[in-house]
């Protein structure tokens, strides 16, 4: 089979091509050129593409780079903006999966005539009790990456495959290190690529938009604090508040930018019993009548969180409906919310946290 590798330069995906090698597969790697602006984070940086085409060198292989900047300009960084001026705390990291990842890559890979492609995910595909293709967790729970992958569908899963998926990130590095690869002990990414640890995500955003600054107070609207930049302000925040020091915990449990104001509480206040979850990708659309007879799902509303037992309906208006059966701290407007299966720990379905 003639599978393309998306190389980022990190040590999953070197090993994720040698994997294929070894098994094989006639393998071809990628880099895509996404963030053309400033960066020494994440996976775009100059010395990123320079190492997937050293370890392509080293493992004998072809290596192209692809030029996405105009789409990932469009699809993730001016959505990412966007967002926060409307007050939402978006996850640009699962925009880029979405849109480059799975869906230009795959896009360029077919016409190219391959016949997969292939990242260092830590998530597997496995097929459900019916033969349906599903995201399943990593073997490693610890760097499981199915939270960020989970808008495939059973059409891109079959032409996707995870070669790390079934490792630990020790069995990675190994065999790594036994390869002699140059990325074996290189450090994992963390953060958004176009964010520079230099500036920041104030600096970012000060250059795009014009922060407005907004009063903060407490639930009987007194005014306790004032931020400068209401754009920044994110649900669960703490610091750059302004508020009195020595004063009790308090935290942001509301952000409305229109008028614009933030409103805290204490850490009970912070607690919610619902939440809706709007733009849903079902892995099947068998799962909106599953989960309308039998709602128990697992609920995970960041990469490395720990997923909370819910109940979860399908809505009239396309919607979902998440009951928790414990009163949870609240997930900020923007974030992805992913559901899992109680059993199996396959993804059913994916969406956006709404307001309110």
Known sequence: MKVLVAMSGGVDSSVAA???????????????????????????????VDDARRVAQQLGIDHLVFNFQDDFDAKVVNPYVSAHVDGLTPNPCIECNRHLKFDRLSERARLLGFDAVATGHHARIEP????????????????????????LDEQEL????????????????????????????????????FISRTGGR???LGKRIEFRSAPVVDAAGNETGRVEAVELVTIGQRKGLGLAGGSPKKYVVDVDPRVPLVRVGDEHELLCDSLEIADVVWAHQSDIDRLSRVGDVLVQSSAHGEAKPAVAVPLPNGRV???????????????SVVLYDVTNNWVIAGGIACAG
């Open 321 to 335: 409906a998440v009951r928790w059966l414990e009163a949870q701290r609240r997930i900020a407007p923007g974030q």
């Open 18 to 48: 040698a994997e294929l090698i070894a098994q094989g597969h006639e393998v071809v790697g990628v880099t895509m050129r996404l963030w053309g602006g400033e960066s020494d984070t994440g996976c775009c940086s100059v010395s990123d």
């Open 202 to 204: 104030e600096s970012f």
């Open 158 to 193: 079959g032409y996707t495959l995870f070669p790390v998926g079934g490792m630990t990130k020790a069995e990675v590095r190994e065999r790594a290190s036994r390869l002699g690869l140059r990325t074996a002990a290189k450090p994992d990414s963390q953060d958004v690529c």
């Open 128 to 151: 459900d009790d019916d033969g349906l293709l599903r995201v399943t967790r990593g073997a490693d729970a610890a760097k499981d990456q199915s939270y960020v992958v989970h808008m």
